[in-house]
């Protein structure tokens, strides 16, 4: 076991494109959509232990109970699956917005289960964590698998892929959405054509959410409708988050500066290697005989 004190990534992502195909019987959704990291996101610091297999979650996150805590649940389900009696003090540094569609909490879970597999030397492979990540979101294996993705069925079939890594202005408007709600309401797309991957990067973008999301809460409809005004911008996931992309860091910084101070918004690049596998890469690099 490593127990020295260790910082690890945990990335935003992007749907660069999202399209719902079909809906099974079951009420979930059939989806074709790209995942892109981008290279922004928290930190955890995380220190392991074997005094017990006790888990520690500083800062307290307001109004979440430990339990409810997708690190929490991560690491205890880690535990769990390798039946390993180690433990972990973890700290959060939150920059992302809860509920924005940029897999925040599905991130910190995936950084959780790539960290704590390589602190407790438990040698589990990707695919492994993954399907106990898929017990915690749908999102958790991307973040896992580390590479951006083109994801089919209800999200569960990545295919690696490799879109342009653009420059992101993303800006968050001050709502919470409900991904129930978007997925429920009666005027959502559910009958988009599948397509192959070479078609869909070929292709103007779409996110068959968007529709309803401005339709039902107005400061995203504000928001989108500026950002249109610079360049080619849209709903990222079924949460609050819209991003504009540009080809320049400059360009970003640009349309920034315009925002008004009130607005939440951070620029990024976008990356089709996760930041969190690169750390795990050095992380190895750095102590061989832990691989």
């Known amino acids: 076991m490593i127990s020295t004190q260790t910082h690890w990534p945990s990335p935003a992502k992007l749907n660069l494109f999202l399209y719902i195909t079909g809906r099974r019987d079951n009420g979930y959704h059939e989806l074709q959509t790209l995942f892109q990291f981008v290279d922004f996101g928290d930190e955890l610091s995380i220190t392991a232990h074997q005094r017990s297999n006790q888990i520690t979650i500083s800062p307290q996150i307001p109004g979440v109970a430990t339990e409810d805590n997708l690190i929490w649940k991560a690491a205890t389900a880690l535990q769990q699956y390798a039946n390993t009696n180690f433990g972990a003090d973890i700290e959060l540094k939150k920059v992302l917005p809860m509920g924005g569609g940029i897999g925040g909490g599905s991130s910190n879970a995936a950084t959780v289960l790539v960290a704590l597999n390589y602190l407790w030397q438990l040698g589990l492979s990707d ?5 106990i990540g898929l017990k915690l979101g749908a999102d958790v294996p991307v973040f896992v698998r580390g590479f951006s993705a083109f994801a089919e069925g209800v999200g569960e079939q990545l295919h690696p892929a490799t879109p342009e890594e653009k420059w992101y202005l993303v800006v968050k408007p001050q709502v919470s959405i409900a991904t129930v709600d978007i997925f429920t309401h009666p005027e959502l797309t559910r009958n988009t ?3 192959e ?3 869909l990067l070929e292709q103007e973008y779409v996110n068959d959410c968007e529709k309803i999301v401005r339709m039902l809460y107005p400061e995203v409809d504000k928001q989108l409708s500026w950002l249109l005004q610079y360049a080619p911008s849209r ?4 949460g609050s988050c819209v991003f504009a992309e540009f ?3 400059n360009e970003a910084e640009s349309v920034l500066a315009k925002l008004p101070d009130n607005v939440s918004a951070f620029i990024a690049k976008g990356r089709n290697l996760s930041p969190l596998k690169e750390t795990l890469a050095e992380y190895h690099s750095a102590h061989p005989q832990s691989n």
Do not use: I, V
């Open 247 to 249: 080809s320049s860091k």
């Open 193 to 195: 054509p599948k397509r």
């Open 197 to 199: 991957l070479a078609t």
């Open 127 to 131: 695919d492994q964590l993954a399907e």
């Open 235 to 238: 709903l990222t996931g079924t």
